[in-house]
Structures are given as C-alpha cells and as structure tokens.
C-alpha cells in the first residue's frame, strides 16, 4: 500500500480540526459544570462503553459529543447526567448509522444502568437538542466527528506502510493496539487535554509508544527510523518543536499519575433500589446462630459403638480369628467414633 493515500486521509482530518481546538469546560464558571465535573461523566461513558462492549469510537464519539455541546451551550451540573448518557446514546445512534454491526442499547436499560437520575423521556429530548446542537446540516443524524483516535489510526497506518516498504523489523501491527486505545481513552477523559489540537494529542502517544517499543526490542536502526517518522509527521501537521515537547510532557504526566495511582480519582456510587422481598431474600443469615453448638464425642461414643457393631459383626468374627485381643477391638471401637467421618457415615 502506498504512503500518499493514507496522507491525503490526514489532510482531510487536518482540514477539520480546526473546530475541535478548546471544547469543554477550560475554567469553572461561577455556577456551571467544572472540568472535574465533566472528567467523571467521561469516566462514567468508559464504564457504559465497556459494559456494552462497544468499540473504542463510541466513546470518543460520545466525549466529542459532551465537549461540543458544552462549548456552545450553558448547563447546569444537575442536567450533566443527562447530557452525559444522551451524547452516549446519540455516539451508539452515529456509529450505528455508519458502519452498523451493533444494536442500539434501549434508552430505558441506559438510564437504569447509568444511574442517571433522568427518564428515557429525558434522555429522548435531550437527545434531539444534542443532535439539533451539533449536527451540520438538517440531517436527523450527525455525522461522526474527528476525533484524537482518528488521528491516531491515521498516523499509524502512515508509520506501519513506511516501516514496511523500509523493510523494518518489527513491522508495527496492522490495527491500533489494546493498551495504546485504552491510554487514548484515559488521556481523553482527562479535560487538560482539551487545550491540545487533537494531532498533537495522537502524535504524543503514538511517540510514547513507540518509545516504548524501541526500548522493548533495542535496536538502533529500527528505533532512529520510528523517531524519524514522528519528526515528519510533526513537520507534516504543523506542530512547533515547543508545543510538541510541552504536549509530551503533559502526556507522560497523565500516563504515570494514571498508572501510579492505587485509587480510581472519579468512582461512580452505585446505588441498587431493592425492593422489600428481594431484601427479606438477600438476608437469610438473620436467623442463623453466630456459632455453631458443640458435638460431645462422650455422648454419642455409645450410640456409635452400638451401630458399629451391629454394622461389623462379620468383620469382628473374623478378626478374631486371625488372633486378635480383645484389647485390640476395643482399641478400634474407641478410635472410631472420634473420627467426623465415621460419626457421619454411622448416623
């Protein structure tokens, strides 16, 4: 495959970027929603996506949605929720209409599993204004925005088809690895971001891995060649030396807080509505003891050796026939009843 194809894609994505550069909430407002605000609902939006099993452009999709709609519109922080799982059911409707192979989750199961606070009535209205908002034109579904991920795909595919007509070892893969999306996601959900052209943000990632890659592999030619095409990929988007290092630098923050945290910064407080029965069955430990009474191997040593020596007569005969004492069978009738397994196997 030639290199000149997947650089006019770029070009086209370039070309459309320019609206994308500072969405979102950049500042608290006085009484409307915080950046903080906004990452737990993005947070929230990853939880659906994995729930779901959608693909990783659903929730871009979704975030671009948010970030949008936030940018033209005023809200307040009780009506995020809402926007939240509207933009993510509008992202499953976008995607849908694009590519198919998946089924829209019913917006009553939506509410439910998000928790939301909103009816589907709700999510239904705010779901038309969200598509009234963003759509470019008067069709009734918005077309997918360009997002960091689609810049990712691109300049990934750019390096693949280089490193392959160089003849390079490893050939990077033919699809976007699983840690690299889920890092997109992650560095997504975080509103700094935000500030980034999305070229930017795609092309630090996409160093970072392949920073990582070289010092996995250690060879020198195949590493000075994939920093190679991050320099011209650079130079190919416009990107001053002094963004791109300042953008990499924020990246690697993002990453190492991410990884080094032990605690989840935005969790979400499930609440499970129960009704009476469902409790009365979850709780059958009310009646139970604390502890459980104490067996008396004295009380039931008697009953026992009763049962075992109607149940072993036999054996008894013949074991004295074979010359042994009578010490020795009491010996194996006191042993006996000492046993759990031979009080079980009598009673």
Not at 67 to 84: E, G, R, V, Y
Not at 289 to 317: H, K, N, Q
Request: charged letters at 20%.
């Amino acid at each position: 495959m030639e290199v000149h194809p997947l650089l006019g894609q770029l070009d086209q994505l370039l070309g459309a970027e320019g609206e994308l550069v500072g969405r979102g909430p950049t500042a608290p407002p006085p009484q409307g929603i915080t950046p903080g605000m906004r990452d737990g609902s993005a947070h929230v939006l990853r939880c659906l996506k994995v729930w779901y099993d959608l693909p990783s452009d659903v929730f871009h999709t979704a975030t671009a949605n948010i970030d949008t709609f936030l940018a033209k519109m005023k809200a307040q922080p009780k009506h995020l929720s809402c926007i939240a799982v509207s933009s993510f059911h509008l992202a499953c409707t976008q995607y849908q209409a694009e590519y198919g192979g998946f089924e829209v989750p019913d917006p009553q199961d939506l509410v439910t599993i998000s928790q939301s606070r909103c009816s589907a009535s709700d999510l239904t209205r705010m779901e038309a204004i969200l598509a009234s908002k963003l759509a470019t034109s008067k069709q009734e579904v918005p077309a997918l925005p360009v997002t960091p991920l689609s810049f990712l795909r691109a300049m990934w595919e750019v390096s693949r088809v280089a490193a392959a007509r160089l003849e390079l070892l490893p050939v990077p893969l033919t699809g976007l690895p699983a840690n690299v999306l889920h890092q997109l996601e992650i560095l997504v959900c975080d509103s700094s971001t935000l500030k980034l052209r999305p070229c930017e943000l795609a092309l630090s990632l996409l160093c970072t891995e392949f920073q990582r890659q070289c010092g996995k592999e250690g060879k020198g030619a195949t590493s000075a060649a994939l920093m190679g095409f991050i320099t011209e990929l650079q130079k190919y988007c416009g990107i001053q030396s002094s963004e791109f290092v300042s953008c990499l630098s924020l990246v690697c923050g993002i990453l190492e807080k991410y990884n080094g945290e032990g605690q989840v910064p935005h969790r979400q407080r499930l609440v499970w509505k129960l009704s009476n029965r469902t409790l009365r069955h979850l709780r059958p430990t009310d009646k139970l003891r604390a502890t459980l009474p104490r067996i008396s191997e004295e009380s039931c040593s008697e009953l026992v050796s009763l049962r075992l020596r109607s149940a072993s007569e036999s054996s008894l005969e013949s074991l004295s026939d074979c010359a042994v004492n009578s010490d020795s069978e009491s010996d194996i009738e006191m042993e006996e009843p000492r046993t759990w397994a031979s009080i079980v196997a009598a009673s």
